[in-house]
Nanobody, 124 residues
């Protein structure tokens, strides 16, 4: 499985961006997809996840009501719509895929495959 993330960029506070993550290779509809982010000097942290099997979605408290994760199964693509961006959202954003759907969605070790990351920079 290969994951290709795109859509990052530089925006002002209050702006919006939409990230995309396209999965290729041996993909299955029961994958769970997630977004994580890592700011300089910080640990990689959970942002959002979506189960392609159950349709459940989960968000970190810091992004709830501002970010929306969605998926397009026919294209094996997951999106992260980010609205009302804040400077503290600045980070490299990574998409990830969990094949066996057993671990905790918010734990980065749950995920088996990772994309290359896309930079999001929010200025005040």
């Amino acid at each position: 499985v290969q994951l290709q993330a795109s859509g990052g960029g530089a925006v002002q506070a209050g702006g919006s961006l939409r990230l995309s993550c396209a999965a290729s290779g041996r993909t299955d509809s029961w994958f769970r997809m997630g977004w994580f982010r890592q700011a300089p000097g910080e640990e990689r942290e959970f942002v959002a996840s979506s189960s392609w099997r159950t349709g459940s979605t989960y968000y970190a408290d810091s992004v709830k009501d501002r970010f929306t994760i969605s998926r397009e199964n026919a294209k094996n693509t997951v999106y992260l719509q980010m609205n009302s961006l804040k400077p503290e959202d600045t980070a490299v954003y990574y998409c990830a895929a969990d094949r066996d759907h057993l671990g905790y969605y918010g734990d980065r070790t749950t995920y088996d495959y990772w994309g290359q990351g896309t930079q999001v920079t929010v200025s005040s």
